[in-house]
């Protein structure tokens, strides 16, 4: 596993934000501040707050890791573990190594699996054929580095949560469009 979950978060940070951190709201990039975790005072963990728009952000935020229950050192494990096996990672491999339900970890190993998908024709047009092929195999991210897939996997935009109810609204606007026209 990746040490803790402080690590883990430094480790995103650092892949993420290589330059250091950028507003996720504004791109601004001077006057990044990070609100330090007191207990009681309601801050999470890796928050940061930009003096450009005053907004607050974290490195997780519009990612696949954003909003997670599980912890990002088990994250972190889960994705260096589908990068070490060729054949790929098994929800019970999974769930034995971090200690959670195979339940949770079949959970992972889909979002992983349909990140890398997702992020294939556009993320690495450089990649050979066959590496391409080893992205596409079921729960395998084999042979890249833990670092190369957490950048893929951090490029990722998270699956719209209720794209039924955006259709809807669209259609509702066309709707109204044609009866005012
Ligand atoms: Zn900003």
């Not at 803790?4 to 892949?15: M, V, Y």
């Not at 997670?68 to 098994?90: E, P, S, Y």
């Not at 200690?99 to 993320?123: E, F, N, S, Y």
Request: net charge positive; hydrophobic share 40%; with cysteine.
């Amino acid at each position: 596993m990746v040490g803790d979950e402080e690590t883990a978060r430094a480790l995103l940070e650092s892949i993420r934000w290589p330059a250091g951190p950028v507003c996720a709201h504004c791109g601004g990039t001077e006057k990044i501040y990070r609100l330090r975790r007191r207990p009681g005072s309601g801050i999470r963990t890796g928050l940061w707050k930009c003096g450009h728009c005053r907004k607050q952000f974290t490195v997780t935020g519009n990612t696949i890791f954003e909003g997670t229950h599980l912890a990002l050192h088990k994250w972190l494990g889960a994705i260096r573990l589908v990068c070490t096996l060729q054949d790929g990672a098994t929800a019970r491999q999974l769930a034995d190594s971090l200690g959670i339900t195979t339940k949770t970890a079949r959970g992972i190993l889909k979002k992983i699996h349909d990140a890398v998908t997702h992020a294939l024709p556009v993320a690495r047009p450089q990649d050979s054929i066959l590496r391409q092929m080893a992205y596409k195999r079921k729960g395998s991210l084999y042979p890249i580095s833990l670092n190369a897939a957490v950048d893929v996997l951090l490029k990722v935009q998270p699956a719209r949560k209720h794209p039924d109810a955006l259709e809807r609204r669209v259609a509702e606007m066309e709707a109204a469009r044609r009866r005012g026209a």
